[in-house]
């Protein structure tokens, strides 16, 4: 029953068109910021598209992956006959010879799987390569907007099955770590610079993927009453903190695991010898 308070029903709804609603302040230029707001997206591109770069080069090189007794996180475990060695950590010959095709193909599916899905990468290439939105206060360019609900961003709702696979990735990357106490002969005793650069990347690791939005929902959601969980709830609390740190140890993950490839890269390739200091 009308009431005589309503709107006309011609009347559009005040959100309809965006920005550039009829029903919105007419402002000519495109925002108000006086800032250098573009730095912050355009800075988040070049490190990503650094990244991608870097990763793709490596990922296709299929070489100079190994340097007794480090294995590049980037091709572990190898899961291909044509690893080199097969005793550089734990590999199984799953895939044969996958055609000659780079190991690392296969493996990277997984962790870059987990980054692409991850909460804050999202929103770093949304606003980095997509511009949507580029800033805040700063209008997106297009003019219709469906969120994650059509293909392919609907995608992005498997994040929470990545996070398994990235626990087992980070499970291996921390037996990856313990082998590099060994020297080349595989004996225990071993401590090089590599074994540093390795530990602070697993620690890294671990860091990032504990702190992700799926874990900490999987500790702590679905409770109504924390008081009759105190374990998971002191859980999740931990986890919270460093949720709260989540764009900061996603690219610090990120820097160290490149790092830690890179490492084993120059090792391998002859460039310098591995400082040992015992």
Known sequence: MATGTEPPATEPHPRSGGVRAGTRAAIAAPHLRTDRWWLAPAGTAAGLLAFIVYSTWRAFANADYYAAPYVSPFYSPCLAENCEPMKAGPNW???GGWW???????????????????YYYRKAYYRGFW????ACAVA????K???????????Q??????????LLVAGILTYDT??????????WGHMGLGTLVFLVNIVLIWAYTLSCHSCRHIVGGKL?????HPVRYRMWQWVGKLNARHMLLAWASLVSVALADFYVYLVASGAFDDPRFF
Request: with cysteine; glycine share 4%.
């Open 131 to 134: 511009a949507s939105p580029p």
């Open 93 to 95: 010959e799953i895939f």
């Open 224 to 228: 109504k009453h924390f008081s009759r």
């Open 145 to 155: 907007y469906t969120g994650e609900t059509r293909f392919p961003l609907i995608l």
């Open 100 to 118: 000659g095709i780079s190991p690392a193909i296969i493996i990277l599916i997984f962790p870059l799987g987990f980054r692409l899905t991850c």
């Open 140 to 143: 997106e360019p297009h003019k």
């Open 178 to 187: 313990v082998l590099a106490f060994r020297d080349e002969n595989y004996e």
């Open 157 to 166: 709702n498997i994040h929470r099955y990545f996070f398994y696979a990235a």
